[in-house]
């Protein structure tokens, strides 16, 4: 299974996808295609759809722990943690600075 998560792409790249995808949201596409044609279809798209498309790639496979991750653009964040790759919803220092401003007007108010 393969499921492709966008905040653009291009309709050239849409049109083609609906062959083979279920377009269940706006630029959330599911799929139950072979390994290998996921693999062709990942690599196509890392191809042709550009770093402004905040695109994350979910691909279901058969080892631990059971998907892979691939990532075109800024919109996620992810790292491989042991081996396993984990989406992370902020990072670093600017998620510390969301925190304590939120802890801060929380006691404020």
């Known amino acids: 299974m393969i499921v492709v998560i966008a905040d653009q792409i291009p309709n050239a790249v849409r049109g083609k996808m609906k062959l083979w995808f279920l377009e269940p949201k706006p630029n959330v596409f599911i799929s139950s295609v072979s390994d290998q044609l996921a693999l062709k279809v990942i690599e196509r798209l890392m191809e042709v759809v550009g770093d402004d498309s905040g695109m994350l ?3 279901s ?4 722990p059971g998907y892979e991750l691939f990532q ?5 964040k992810w790292k491989d943690f042991a081996g396993v790759q984990l989406v992370a919803a902020c990072a670093g220092a600017t998620c510390m600075a969301k925190k304590s401003k939120s802890v801060q007007a929380d ?3």
């Open 57 to 59: 790639i979910v691909r």
């Open 61 to 64: 496979k058969r080892t631990a």
């Open 72 to 76: 075109k653009g800024d919109s996620f």
């Open 107 to 109: 006691v404020e108010v």
